[in-house]
């Protein structure tokens, strides 16, 4: 059997497969930017393409690493994915509300068979709110 890998391995604002199972992903980030800690983002999408051997099906765990202890515990996702004909598929998954408990470099992982095949990270950044251009305190923001 071949090694899995995978293409690609993204957060973003909205995915899609079409009938034709062509992947579209739209708003790729990996920065969150949040005033009030913890706070739970109201929707977004996890893409990843993996590639091994086609036909063959694969057992998969997800698994989410905060950069900290916090109160929220993360159970590992176990799933199985089977390859199409070109020895690809997409694996997409909705988050909603998801839970961001504290400020940092968190990590998502994804592992066959206990070997990991793709790792993303995303910051959570704590800022403070902004108004017009202008933080509370009247001093111009600029990215």
């Given at each position: 059997m071949a090694k899995l890998t995978?293409?690609?391995?993204v957060l973003c604002d909205h995915a899609s497969v079409s009938q034709e199972q062509k992947l579209s992903i739209?708003?790729?980030?990996?920065?969150?930017?949040?005033?009030?800690?913890?706070?739970?983002?109201p929707k977004m999408y996890l893409v990843a393409v993996v590639k091994g051997q086609p036909g063959q099906q694969y057992p998969l765990t997800l698994k989410l690493i905060p950069p900290a202890k916090t109160d929220q515990n993360f159970p590992d996702k176990d799933f199985q994915i089977t390859l199409g004909q070109n020895g690809k598929a997409n694996v997409?998954?909705?988050?909603?509300?998801?839970?961001?408990?504290?400020?940092?470099?968190?990590?998502?992982q994804l592992l066959a068979d206990k070997d990991l095949i793709g790792e993303l990270e995303f910051k959570v950044n704590k800022t403070t709110a902004t108004y017009g251009g202008q933080d509370m305190q009247g001093k111009k923001v600029v990215n």
């Open positions: 995978t293409e690609l391995f739209i708003g790729i980030f990996d920065q969150f930017f949040i005033a009030n800690l913890p706070t739970a983002w997409m998954t909705e988050l909603v509300n998801f839970p961001l408990q504290v400020a940092g470099v968190h990590r998502i």
